[in-house]
């Protein structure tokens, strides 16, 4: 019963449980920027593309 209750005020795991929680956020914030940025620059030479053709 005592190493059950060890176990329980062992708090090493959460801690690497919270920086895998901050990582998935910076991560899932990152690709949002990426797709962001990508559609903005898609937009920008598909506009570029046109008008170089006289559309």
């Known amino acids: 019963m005592r190493r059950l209750l060890d176990l ?3 708090d090493q795991g ?3 449980v919270e920086y895998g929680l901050i990582l998935a956020m910076v991560f899932l914030a990152m690709v949002g920027a990426v797709n ?3 559609t903005t620059t898609i937009d ?3 506009n570029v593309s046109n008008e170089v053709r006289g559309g």
């Open 8 to 10: 329980f005020k062992n």
């Open 14 to 16: 959460a801690t690497a």
């Open 36 to 38: 962001l940025f990508a």
């Open 44 to 46: 920008m030479w598909d």
